[in-house]
């Protein structure tokens, strides 16, 4: 029997991901200076010419690599956002995605890369903000998610020891009052 040829829309769909995986570890590994489109063609097994008629040019390319979706947060209310935002702690101090290494390390050298991360960081913010009340709820959320960020910037990039031999639960117990007095609940 023959291989089943797939259509063409599902080939082109498979070599665009082929591209951003490639592209997430380059730019996690090596930041997005350092990380050229003949690199991240080669890691894909593709020719150059395919990654910039998929994604036009380096900063695109990069802006799609490092996309994450953000929490829903409408349906969670207070309590629900910040053990989202808990929860998260897991995955921040395992073994994170390319897309945010490589967010976390450009984003304080390269302008585009810092667009990204602003936009990233925003529509998480967002996300969290529909979650919590009253006026300040776009504050309160931005605050609960760049705590978030420098401890994963401590643990992932420089490497605390203080954060790296703490297990997530304990993390967790410190934090959930702080986080909590952000949603304006009432912390016992």
């Known amino acids: 029997m023959g291989e089943t040829v797939l259509p063409r829309a599902e080939r082109r769909r498979r070599t665009e991901g082929k591209i951003l995986d490639a592209a997430r570890s380059l730019f996690a590994d090596f930041g997005y200076e350092r990380t050229t489109i003949r690199a991240v063609a080669k890691a894909a097994g593709v020719d ?22 953000p929490p829903d947060g409408g349906e969670l209310g207070p309590e629900g956002a910040v053990e989202h935002v808990l929860g998260a702690l897991t995955m921040k101090l395992g073994e994170l995605p390319q897309s945010s290494l490589a967010m976390m390390r450009s984003m304080l050298t390269h302008p585009e890369a810092a667009a ?4 990233a960081l925003g529509e998480q913010i967002e996300r969290l903000a529909e979650a919590l009340p009253g006026e300040d709820a776009r504050l309160c959320a931005a605050l609960m998610t760049l705590v978030m960020l420098g401890i994963t910037v401590g643990h992932q990039l420089l490497e605390i020891d203080e954060l790296r031999g703490v297990p997530q639960e304990e993390l967790a117990r410190l934090l959930r009052p702080s986080l909590l007095a952000l949603t304006g609940l009432e912390v016992s």
Do not use: D, I
Request: positive net charge.
């Open 48 to 69: 150059p010419a395919l990654v910039m008629q998929y994604f036009g040019n380096k900063q695109q390319l990069f802006q799609q690599a490092v996309r994450m979706t």
């Open 116 to 119: 990204s991360a602003r936009e």
